[in-house]
Every structure is written in structure tokens, then in C-alpha cells.
């Protein structure tokens, strides 16, 4: 039985702390996983985290609205009711995501995800075959990526993170952290406001002194920016595990 399903996208590990989105089917999919990497919340991040699927048959429902308070609504506003989440991995070798989304609630039965996990094993041939000569000898384009252009975005939200760590004090963490929470309180994709950054358009201010040797930013300099509504390490984007078990219904 076909996965019936509206969308998808992948994204791929770049570090064991950092992922980019590969390819999306259409704009709801791609605004899923860019409000993801924004929040620090979500079923690619949940089933990269844990290394397991994350299948979720309505978002909308109270325990979806629990799981994932801020994705959540956004989900549900973007017209994602139901959501499935696989990691990719060969070995120990950790790849990415494979995140799928359905307009309607409804959850998948066993020979949809047993699809679902082909697809996961097709993307990751696909991932590493990517830049190798083809059989008949011609050459590939160089830098090309069979999915579509590779994370838009994402290199600056990486440049911006360590410019505001610098601007602010603080660790890589609580840059990253204060860099989701101004996108969140403004309204904008994350990868817009990092390249403000880069280009020197946005500056972070502390109005403390930055710390020394290490030592933990002043709370009032992480009020400062924002860290009131997400606060400075926590749910972090990590690196999938697995196409494991089923986390979630």
C-alpha cells in the first residue's frame, strides 16, 4: 500500500549537532522543517534525537499541542495535521531525516511504514552516491546535489551563531539559543535573520559586561536578547541515530 501522504523533506547531518534541509516536496513541508530548526522543536528533531520514528496521527490533538507546544500550532496553521518523522543512518554513520506530512489526521498502518522505511533506504543511497561518476564515464556536475540545493540558508545561521557568541559572550549554545529567540519573537525564518547578521545589518548588545574564561552569561544579558521565551541549550538540534521504532502515535 502507497504512503499517502501531501509532503516531505530531508534533511542531512552536517555535525552531530547541526542538520540542513536537502530538499522539500512544496512550501508547507519546507516551512515545517525551517520553523523546527527555529523553535528547537519537532519530529525531525524528536526522531534525529532519539533515534527512532516519530509517528504523530494529529498534531493538533492535546498530547500533540504537549509534545510540542510551539511547533505544534504552527503545524496545525500551516495545514499539517499528521506527521512522520524516520532517521537515516548506515551503520554509525548518522545522514539525516526523513519527515513526512499529511493535510488530514490519521496514522500510518504497517505496510505504509514499512514503505516509508524503503523510501528512507533510497534516500540514503541517493545521499551517498552524490557526486560519483556515472556508469558511463561523463562527469557530474561538481558540488551538485541530486535533492536540490543544500540548506539554503543554513551556513549563515552557523557564521551568525559563532558572530553573536563573540558580540555577547557566551558560548556557541547560547548564541544559537539567543539567535532562535529573536527570529521567534520577530516573526522571521531564522536563516533571514542570521544572514542580517553576517551582513552586519543586525547586531546582538548585552548590557552587561561579557563573561570570562567560560563562566555562565549574566541572566540579564540573556533576558536581553530574548532567552525569556527559549532559554540558552535547551532542545538543541542533534544528529538522527537510526530508521528505528516507532516513537510516538
Same mark, same amino acid.
Given at each position: 500500500?502507497?504512503?499517502?501522504?501531501?509532503?516531505?523533506?530531508?534533511?542531512?547531518?552536517?555535525?552531530?549537532?547541526?542538520?540542513?534541509?536537502?530538499?522539500?516536496?512544496?512550501?508547507?513541508?519546507?516551512?515545517?522543517?525551517?520553523?523546527?530548526?527555529?523553535?528547537?522543536?519537532?519530529?525531525?528533531?524528536?526522531?534525529?534525537?532519539?533515534?527512532?520514528?516519530?509517528?504523530?496521527?494529529?498534531?493538533?490533538?492535546?498530547?500533540?499541542?504537549?509534545?510540542?507546544?510551539?511547533?505544534?500550532?504552527?503545524?496545525?496553521?500551516?495545514?499539517?495535521?499528521?506527521?512522520?518523522?524516520?532517521?537515516?543512518?548506515?551503520?554509525?554513520?548518522?545522514?539525516?531525516?526523513?519527515?513526512?506530512?499529511?493535510?488530514?489526521?490519521?496514522?500510518?498502518?504497517?505496510?505504509?511504514?514499512?514503505?516509508?522505511?524503503?523510501?528512507?533506504?533510497?534516500?540514503?543511497?541517493?545521499?551517498?552516491?552524490?557526486?560519483?561518476? @556515472?556508469?558511463? &564515464? $561523463?562527469? /557530474? %556536475?561538481?558540488?551538485?546535489?541530486?535533492?536540490? =540545493?543544500? !540548506?539554503?540558508? *543554513?551556513?549563515?545561521?552557523?557564521?551568525?551563531?559563532?558572530?553573536?557568541?563573540?558580540?555577547?559572550?557566551?558560548?556557541?549554545?547560547?548564541?544559537?539559543?539567543?539567535?532562535?529567540?529573536?527570529?521567534?519573537?520577530?516573526?522571521?525564518?531564522?536563516?533571514?535573520?542570521?544572514?542580517?547578521?553576517?551582513?552586519?545589518?543586525?547586531?546582538?548588545?548585552?548590557?552587561?559586561?561579557? @563573561?570570562?574564561? &567560560? $563562566?555562565? /552569561? %549574566?541572566?540579564?544579558?540573556?533576558?536581553?536578547? =530574548?532567552? !525569556?521565551?527559549? *532559554?540558552?541549550?535547551?532542545?538543541?538540534?542533534?544528529?538522527?541515530?537510526?530508521?528505528?521504532?516507532?516513537?510516538?502515535?
Amino acid at each position: 500500500m502507497p504512503v499517502e501522504v501531501d509532503g516531505a523533506a530531508l534533511s542531512v547531518a552536517t555535525r552531530p549537532d547541526r542538520r540542513q534541509r536537502a530538499h522539500a516536496t512544496d512550501a508547507v513541508a519546507a516551512l515545517l522543517e525551517e520553523q523546527q530548526f527555529t523553535l528547537g522543536e519537532g519530529p525531525s528533531i524528536e526522531a534525529g534525537a532519539s533515534g527512532g520514528q516519530i509517528l504523530i496521527a494529529d498534531v493538533s490533538s492535546p498530547a500533540g499541542a504537549s509534545r510540542w507546544p510551539m511547533f505544534a500550532p504552527v503545524a496545525t496553521a500551516a495545514g499539517a495535521r499528521a506527521t512522520f518523522a524516520f532517521p537515516l543512518q548506515v551503520g554509525a554513520i548518522r545522514l539525516g531525516t526523513l519527515t513526512l506530512y499529511r493535510a488530514r489526521p490519521g496514522s500510518l498502518i504497517g505496510e505504509q511504514v514499512a514503505d516509508a522505511v524503503t523510501l528512507c533506504r533510497t534516500a540514503v543511497v541517493v545521499m551517498l552516491t552524490a557526486g560519483q561518476t @556515472p556508469p558511463n &564515464g $561523463a562527469v /557530474p %556536475d561538481q558540488g551538485a546535489w541530486p535533492l536540490g =540545493g543544500p !540548506g539554503e540558508g *543554513r551556513i549563515e545561521v552557523y557564521q551568525a551563531t559563532e558572530m553573536v557568541a563573540v558580540q555577547l559572550g557566551t558560548g556557541l549554545q547560547d548564541a544559537f539559543a539567543a539567535l532562535r529567540a529573536r527570529a521567534f519573537t520577530d516573526g522571521v525564518p531564522l536563516a533571514r535573520l542570521a544572514r542580517q547578521v553576517v551582513d552586519r545589518r543586525l547586531r546582538f548588545h548585552c548590557s552587561t559586561l561579557p @563573561p570570562s574564561d &567560560g $563562566a555562565a /552569561p %549574566d541572566s540579564r544579558c540573556l533576558d536581553h536578547v =530574548g532567552l !525569556g521565551q527559549l *532559554r540558552p541549550g535547551s532542545r538543541l538540534v542533534r544528529a538522527p541515530a537510526s530508521c528505528g521504532p516507532a516513537g510516538g502515535t
